[in-house]
């Protein structure tokens, strides 16, 4: 039973579209996260959420819009998607924050054309 | 700025040794460390952390040593097994701040 899962695990869109990404953990965890990892493999936090409520938004441009329905859940929607978009985009959660280790779903490696 | 250095890219040992993965950090602020593991496809799995009121912590295996006045840590990894072979990422955190700065990680190759 996966524990952060996210789909989809790829996806290949043109230049110009609007794509989301779903993420969802059952792990009962307060503190939901976007990471990316860029071309240069540097895994760099993009969004944290705790009990639904944004907390940090790490210098990402405004096309990408996460959302928390609730606290198992953090949805990422990408506008007008641009070619330097292209990335892997993990999702991952945590209990508190701070200093806690933090779960990783599989990725989303996003590609686009 | 890269605040987590990984300056290995990958490291090679036989089956049996020591695998040693070293990495640096510049923000004094850090003050809980973590290693990571991660295979192709897949995300990164936990694998070891230590305060930084700690100087070492073991689990099984893996060892992480952590040397602040030299804002040094090392994951060492006796003995090392085909099955670890992955790429190893080193990450900081400190307890005014929720978020991991992940170093650029280490490829490992455990050959049999």
């Known amino acids: 039973d996966t524990a952060v899962s996210q789909t989809p695990k790829y996806l290949v869109t043109q230049m110009g579209n609007d794509k989301s990404i779903k993420c969802e953990q059952n792990?009962?965890?307060?503190?939901m996260y976007w990471y990316k990892q860029d071309s240069k493999k540097f895994l760099k936090i993009m969004f944290s959420?705790?009990?639904?409520?944004?907390?940090i938004n790490e210098t990402v441009p405004n096309r990408f819009s996460p959302k928390s329905p609730d606290k198992a859940h953090l949805n990422l929607h990408i506008n007008s998607l641009e070619l330097g978009d292209s990335a892997v985009y993990f999702c991952a959660s945590s209990q508190g924050m701070g200093n806690t280790e933090a779960f990783f779903g599989q990725g989303t490696r996003l590609t686009v054309v | 700025d890269q605040q987590v250095k990984q300056n290995s890219p990958s490291l090679s040992v036989q089956e049996g040794r020591i695998s040693i993965l070293n990495c640096d950090y510049t923000n004094s602020m850090f003050d809980y460390f973590l290693w990571y593991k991660k295979y192709p496809a897949e995300g990164p799995t936990f694998l070891i952390s230590i305060s930084s009121i700690k100087d070492k912590n073991e689990d099984g295996r893996f060892t992480v040593f952590l040397n602040k006045s030299a804002k040094h840590l090392s994951l060492h990894i006796v003995p090392s097994q085909p099955g670890d072979s992955a790429v190893y990422f080193c990450?900081?955190?400190?307890?005014?701040?929720?978020?991991?700065?992940f170093g650029k990680g280490t490829m490992l190759l455990v050959s049999p």
């Open positions: 959420y705790n009990n639904k409520e944004l907390i």
């Open positions: 990450a900081a955190t400190s307890s005014g701040y929720s978020t991991l700065t």
């Open positions: 792990l009962g965890h307060d503190t």
